[in-house]
C-alpha cells in the first residue's frame, strides 16, 4: 500500500529545463541493491601505496608540489593512464557522417593529502584551501600553456562505486579541447535566462533558498498540499558560500556549493573566498559523513568555460560545485529514459543534514 504521504513528481531542473528528475519517495521501500559505504582503509601510511609520501619513484614525474618537493602536502603527478594526452595533436578525422576529434588534452592527479586514509572532512580547513587553491592555481597554468584548451575540469572520485581505483584521497584534473554536453546546456540555458530575466538563475535560486516562502492549498478541502519554508533547501551556510539541496536532485543526497555572491570564474576567487569554501565543504562533508556514513561519491567544478562563444557569459554563469554521493545504482529505466529516480524527497534529506551537531 502507498504511503499517503509519498511524494511521486517530475521535477523539471530550473538551470536545464530540458533535464528531468521522478521523486518517488514510495520506491525506497522496495528490495534494492544499494552501494555498500566504500571501506575506509584509515592508516596513515602504507609501503605498497604510490601515492604515500616516500615512494614517489612509484607514479609519473612530479608537476607540482605544495608547500615544498621534500616535505609536501599536496603533489600533483602525470596520470599513467590518461583518457587525454598531449602526445598526439592531430586534427582528427571526418568520414561520413562519423566524426572524431583527436583526444588531445591533459589529464593529472592531485594526491590531495600525504596521509594515506584520511577522508576530506577529517582534513583541516587550511588544506582544503590549500587544495582549492592548488586546483585554481594549476587550471591558470593549463590554460595559459595551450589556448586550443577550451574547458577544465576538476574532480574527485571516492570508493569504487564513483570510479576511484586508488584508496590513498586523490583528486584529478582534465583539460578538453572541447565544452562538456553537460555544463554546454548549463552555460547556455544560463545565458537564455539572463537575457529573459537580465539576472543570473544562479542567484536567483540563492535568494529564493534564503527568502521564498509558499503555501499550495489543494482547491477542494482547502488541506494544505505542499509547504515551502524559508531555508528548506539550504544544508550549510558560510560568510561567502552556502551549500542547498537541489529542488530536483539527481542524486538522492546531492548538494551544490555556490558563492553567495556572483561569480562565474573559479580562477577569479580570492583567498578569503577559498578559506570560506573550505569551510563550507568541510562542514557538508560531516554532515553527509554523520548521515550516510561513509558514501561514495563524485565532486566536480563547473566553471565557465574557455571557449570563445561563452565570452558574453560572465554575468549570466555562477560557478558551483556539485557533490553527488552514490548511495544507489541506476538502472534501466534511467539508463534508457534519461530521468533520474530520486527515492528520498530532497526536503526530507536537506532536513537531515541539518539536523546534524556540528558543535559537539
Not at 159 to 167: K, Q, V, W
Request: proline share 6%; hydrophobic share 35%.
Amino acid at each position: 500500500m502507498t504511503n499517503p504521504d509519498s511524494i511521486r513528481e517530475i521535477r523539471i531542473n530550473p538551470i536545464v529545463p530540458t533535464e528531468s528528475v521522478l521523486v518517488a519517495t514510495a520506491r525506497n521501500m522496495r528490495p534494492r541493491k544499494s552501494e555498500d559505504p566504500a571501506p575506509r582503509d584509515t592508516r596513515k601510511h602504507v609501503e605498497t601505496c604510490p601515492f604515500c609520501k616516500g615512494n614517489e619513484d612509484k607514479t609519473p614525474p612530479t608537476i607540482m608540489t605544495y608547500p615544498d618537493e621534500s616535505d609536501w602536502e599536496i603533489r600533483i603527478v602525470e596520470n599513467l593512464y590518461p583518457v587525454l594526452g598531449d602526445d598526439n595533436r592531430d586534427d582528427g578525422l571526418i568520414f561520413g557522417l562519423q566524426q572524431a576529434i583527436d583526444g588531445y588534452g591533459r589529464h593529472e592527479v592531485i594526491i590531495d593529502h600525504h596521509q594515506h586514509g584520511i577522508a576530506i572532512h577529517e582534513m583541516e580547513q587550511s588544506h582544503l584551501k590549500n587544495l582549492f587553491s592548488i586546483y585554481q592555481e594549476r587550471i591558470k597554468q593549463l590554460y595559459q600553456a595551450d589556448d586550443r584548451l577550451k574547458f577544465i575540469l576538476a574532480f574527485k572520485n571516492f570508493g569504487p562505486a564513483a570510479g576511484a581505483s586508488i584508496p590513498h584521497t586523490h583528486s584529478q584534473i582534465i583539460a578538453m579541447p572541447v565544452v562538456p554536453e553537460n555544463l554546454y546546456n548549463e552555460v547556455q540555458c544560463s545565458r537564455e535566462y539572463f537575457k529573459k530575466q537580465h539576472r543570473c538563475i544562479f542567484c536567483s535560486l540563492i535568494d529564493e533558498a534564503l527568502t521564498y516562502e509558499a503555501t499550495i492549498y489543494d482547491r477542494e478541502s482547502g488541506e494544505v498540499r505542499r509547504k515551502i519554508s524559508v531555508g528548506q533547501y539550504v544544508v550549510e551556510r558560510g560568510e561567502r558560500f552556502i551549500a542547498i539541496k537541489p529542488f530536483a536532485s539527481r542524486f538522492e543526497w546531492e548538494i551544490h556549493i555556490l558563492p553567495l555572491s556572483h561569480q562565474a570564474d573559479f580562477l577569479k576567487t580570492s583567498e578569503e573566498d577559498l578559506d570560506d569554501l573550505a569551510r563550507v565543504l568541510k562542514r557538508t562533508m560531516t554532515r553527509l559523513d554523520t548521515v550516510i556514513g561513509g558514501a561514495q561519491y563524485n565532486y566536480f567544478l563547473h566553471s565557465i568555460p574557455r571557449a570563445d562563444e561563452f565570452s558574453d557569459c560572465e554575468s549570466s554563469f555562477h560557478w558551483h560545485l556539485e557533490i553527488c554521493p552514490r548511495t544507489s545504482i541506476p538502472t534501466g529505466f534511467e539508463l534508457g529514459s534519461g530521468l533520474f529516480v530520486n527515492t528520498i524527497s530532497p526536503e526530507d534529506a536537506a532536513e537531515q543534514l541539518r539536523a546534524v551537531n556540528l558543535e559537539q
